[in-house]
């Protein structure tokens, strides 16, 4: 079955640690999405690659980053996480821009000690 | 601004008891309203997508309808395992690509 996967599914890093979260598809989508969910919220786009084209949202912090490699994968790396950084990280893939269906994968549940 | 509202925030229905929930927007010129079911720990599944008003879609015990201002997702005979969260999004007038979420429906049914 075509699917967005993510790894790991939970991830515990030190604060000040740098960590990366991985995501992959198998839908061959030109766009891929990094949201950042936190209870009770609605995700919150961090920033987007339209094939190489990088987007990164006026309001994402300078210490997350991101890298796609090649159509299938998409990294988040957040270069020094800082307790407020603790939620869900949801990658997503859709065929176009906003006005297609955008697929979740898993998501991946960050905690910050 | 551009916004969407959903309402209630949470809703507790008895097995069977059928009910509504809405999602208003404040978005002109509409490019398409997005439902998405998400479990609780997990990432959003797709539902349905509606692009003009009078549309509707139909999936098991859920359907979708569309109107200038607003969209409902009613839901018929719920069972247990339609407890989720359901959240309703909409691309923002703009070429921008921060699809608007709005904060979700928390859905319980009760056997």
């Known amino acids: 079955d075509a699917m967005v996967i993510q790894n790991p599914r939970y991830q515990v890093t030190q604060f000040g640690k740098p960590v990366t979260l991985s995501c992959s598809q198998t839908l061959n989508h030109n766009v891929m999405y990094w949201y950042q969910q936190k209870s009770s919220q609605a995700p919150k786009l961090l920033f987007h690659?339209?094939?190489?084209?990088?987007?990164n949202e006026a309001d994402t912090p300078d210490n997350f980053q991101s890298r796609r490699p090649n159509t299938s994968f998409c990294f988040l790396d957040i270069r020094s996480p800082g307790l407020g950084d603790a939620a869900m990280y949801l990658c997503?893939?859709?065929?176009?821009?906003?006005?297609?269906?955008?697929?979740f994968g898993p998501g991946t549940r960050l905690t910050v000690t | 601004e551009d916004q969407v509202t959903q309402s209630p925030e949470a809703l507790r229905l008895q097995e069977g008891e059928s009910s509504s929930l809405n999602c208003s927007y404040t978005?002109?010129?509409?490019?398409?309203l997005f439902w998405y079911r998400q479990d609780p720990g997990k990432g959003p599944e797709f539902l349905f997508t509606?692009?003009?008003a009078g549309e509707e879609k139909e999936k098991e015990r859920l359907k979708a309808t569309l109107t200038k201002k607003e969209s409902f997702l009613h839901i018929t005979a719920p069972k247990p395992e339609d407890s989720a969260t359901y959240l309703c999004?909409?691309?923002?007038?703009?070429?921008?690509?921060?699809?608007?979420f709005g904060t979700g429906t928390r859905l319980t049914v009760i056997p």
């Open positions: 509606l692009y003009s």
């Open positions: 690659y339209y094939d190489k084209d990088f987007n």
């Open positions: 997503a893939t859709s065929r176009g821009g906003v006005t297609y269906e955008q697929y």
């Open positions: 999004a909409v691309p923002p007038r703009t070429g921008a690509n921060n699809l608007f």
């Open positions: 978005v002109s010129g509409l490019r398409g």
